[in-house]
């Protein structure tokens, strides 16, 4: 996040997430050009495409989650990325996002995460069940488009994607949001 206002937005809270760097964030890149194109820059969106893994809130013991979840990517092997569709979070959320598949390196890591968190009392955002999460690049978020703009962008958007958009990730980035910016350190799994 770059703007002030997302930045404030952010203040205290903490993420785990991945950063794709090969064929998933090109297509990433190219699909939220053409989102933007489509809507004409009035949405506000990612400046870099990123698969959460979990949002947290501990700002008074971020060192402590940042020791468990260099612990947790100690274990980890490094994770494959597969790119099926474009897709969206229908209103009230209206995302039009990049829909990962669940493959099983994937799926591991985030239930080997929830694990490790279960024997904490860390605060966690937003945080549903392995079954229910959608794994996702947030591509532009639309909430303050009207009914109208948001049917356009969103029948535009939807396809599935060819076969073979898929990358490895060897990394994490915990990413935290503190005195008004971003900061982040890169982790390395296994």
């Known amino acids: 996040m770059s703007t002030p206002a997302q930045l404030a937005s952010l203040e205290g809270q903490q993420y785990l997430v991945l950063r794709p760097g090969g064929i998933v964030a090109d297509t990433y890149r190219a699909v939220q050009a053409q989102a933007l194109d489509d809507v004409h820059d009035t949405v506000t969106h990612p400046h870099t495409g990123h698969v959460t893994l979990r949002g947290l809130y501990e700002p008074e013991r971020r060192h402590l989650l940042r020791d468990l979840i260099r612990e947790w990517a100690a274990d980890q092997h490094p994770i494959e990325l597969t790119a099926e569709a474009v897709d969206v979070f229908p209103a009230p959320w209206q995302i039009v996002i990049l829909r990962l598949a669940r493959t099983p390196a994937l799926v591991n890591a985030y239930?080997?995460?929830?694990?490790?968190?279960?024997?904490?009392?860390?605060?966690?955002?937003?945080?549903?069940?392995?079954?229910?999460?959608?794994?996702?690049?947030?591509?532009?978020?639309?909430?303050?488009?009207?009914?109208?703009?948001?049917?356009?962008?969103?029948?535009?958007?939807?396809?599935?994607?060819?076969?073979?958009?898929?990358?490895?990730?060897?990394?994490?980035?915990?990413?935290?949001?503190?005195?008004?910016?971003?900061?982040?350190?890169?982790?390395?799994?296994?």
């Open 111 to 190: 239930a080997s995460l929830t694990t490790a968190l279960d024997a904490t009392d860390f605060r966690r955002l937003g945080e549903l069940s392995l079954e229910e999460w959608t794994f996702h690049l947030s591509v532009v978020y639309g909430r303050h488009l009207d009914d109208g703009a948001w049917s356009e962008l969103e029948r535009a958007s939807l396809r599935d994607l060819p076969a073979g958009v898929t990358e490895t990730v060897s990394e994490v980035e915990f990413v935290w949001y503190e005195n008004g910016a971003e900061h982040s350190e890169v982790i390395p799994l296994g």
